[in-house]
């Protein structure tokens, strides 16, 4: 109950099924990092991007590049 805090194992990302997404806020400048499914639309939500070190981790994380990656508003 008042355990240490365990780290998130990074869930898979299927590239024939999802698509990488950045979420930006216009009004806050927000930025969600996350997995759109290609069929539904649904976006799931993986991190919070508050710096670029944090989109680079997100990059490293899934094993993709910079140029596969949509932003959406």
Do not use: N
């Not at 950045?22 to 499914?37: L, M, N, P, Y």
């Not at 670029?52 to 932003?71: H, N």
Request: hydrophobic letters at 30%; charged letters at 40%.
């Amino acid at each position: 109950m008042f355990g240490r805090k365990r780290e998130k194992q990074a869930a898979g990302f299927d590239r024939e099924r999802e698509i990488p997404v950045i979420r930006s806020s216009i009004c806050t400048g927000e930025q969600v990092a996350g997995f759109k499914d290609k069929s539904t639309g649904h976006f799931r939500e993986v991190m919070c991007l508050r710096s670029d070190r944090d989109r680079e981790d997100f990059l490293k994380t899934y094993g993709i590049r910079a140029e596969e990656i949509r932003r959406e508003w």
